[in-house]
């Protein structure tokens, strides 16, 4: 941890104060990732205790949905408006700052006793999250050195493994101990804001964010139209992508049980390697987008991912568990480019932009939790299989690709 910051501060000091925007950042870069790792492992802490939430308070369902929404709604809906001011008044600080909203929703958390309590909490929680991702997604895109796919996916990537660790920590220390265990994971706060209070000095220092504001003041080219009309492409490719995703990870250890009897242990193995070539995928489209452009990544994701997810419903154990590795290999591919194809849409709003798109990640997340209990009907009325058949259209939704613009790749 000391040489990360270390190297972090080396990158800010006023030696150093030739900074350029053609030349990658690799510490701090690395350290919002390693943030973005802390933070989602946090949030992803909450919806794990529920049980142990709902049995210690009594709670009933719509409590438990109370405390979902809340966090929703401050982890979500404020981070187009996080971004949207930090574009208008730039607030280095807000970084360290939201993880101390973070740290105070942790406190709550282990100490609260009562419902009100856990939903300021969440609401707390939400709060740094939203204040998280925009500011982090700005920096890396600062400190990428012009290779913005390759920064956005480091970033994407540590958040995945957080993503993935919370309910495993959560399960390995805080439902053998109870509530207030919960306080250890206030030292994960605490190293957050540590790291994030050298990665805001860096962007004073170093006049980062100023370099990244001139560079927005050429824009992209293209009409007001043609740009709205691809973010709401780029938003509808998110929506396909992520909501399939999410029912393979929901669904795909059913299937395999149901379908080829494997034991839940095999099952889970098998998820792994899915969830593994989705990380995989993430941090390996962003430096392809940068070499030969975001487009072609987008379309590559869609002619790649949806065949083979129209096929994996009929085919045997070993298709399946190479198909579900290649199709997380490729559809994750495309988050990078997504999400920096939307930036170099709005340069000027790099902030807003990011929170719109993390935001709706978080919105899709609880639309996809729906649509699980939907689907989770419809199996119970039918079979897995046809779940996997029903999903499997999704991805093809990402033709709407084709009326994505061509704009300039950003000069550096």
Known sequence: MSELTKSIAAAGTPASASFSPTVLVLPVVGAVSFVHLLNDIIQAILPAIYPMLKLDYALSFTQIGLITLIFQLT???????????????????????????????LVLLSLGQSFAMLLLASALIGLGSSTFHPEASRVARMASGGRYGFAQGLFQVGGNAGSALGPLLAALI????????IGWFCLLAIVGIMVLLRVSRWVVSSNARLQLRSAAKNGNGLTVQQT?????????????????????SNFYTFYLIENFAVSVADSQ???????????????????????????????????????L??????VN????????????????????????????????????????FYGMMFGISGISGIAAALLGMLADATSISTIFKLC???????????????IPRPQT
Request: with cysteine; glycine share 10%; hydrophobic share 60%.
């Open 75 to 105: 982890a979500s809906l404020l981070q187009p408006a996080v971004g949207l001011y930090t574009d208008k008044h730039p607030k280095p600080l807000l970084l360290p700052l939201g993880m101390v909203f973070t740290l105070l929703g």
């Open 174 to 181: 805080i439902i053998p101990r109870g509530q207030g265990s």
């Open 228 to 248: 709205r009309q691809a973010l709401l492409v780029l938003a509808l490719l998110v929506f396909s992508k992520y909501v399939y995703m999410t029912c393979l």
């Open 269 to 307: 193995l098998f998820l792994f390697l899915f969830l593994a070539a989705v990380a995989v995928g993430t941090v390996a489209g962003g430096p392809i987008g940068d070499r030969i452009g975001r487009k072609p990544v987008i379309w590559v994701s869609i002619v790649g991912a949806a065949p």
């Open 309 to 314: 997810a129209l096929l994996l419903p009929y």
């Open 317 to 356: 154990l070993a298709g399946a568990a190479v198909l579900t590795v290649l199709i997380g290999l490729i559809m994750s591919s495309a988050f990078s480019a997504i999400i920096v194809f939307a930036q170099e849409l709005m340069p000027a709003k790099i902030g807003m932009i990011s929170g719109v």
């Open 392 to 406: 499997a259209w999704f991805p093809l939704l990402g033709m709407l690709a084709f009326w994505l613009p061509r």
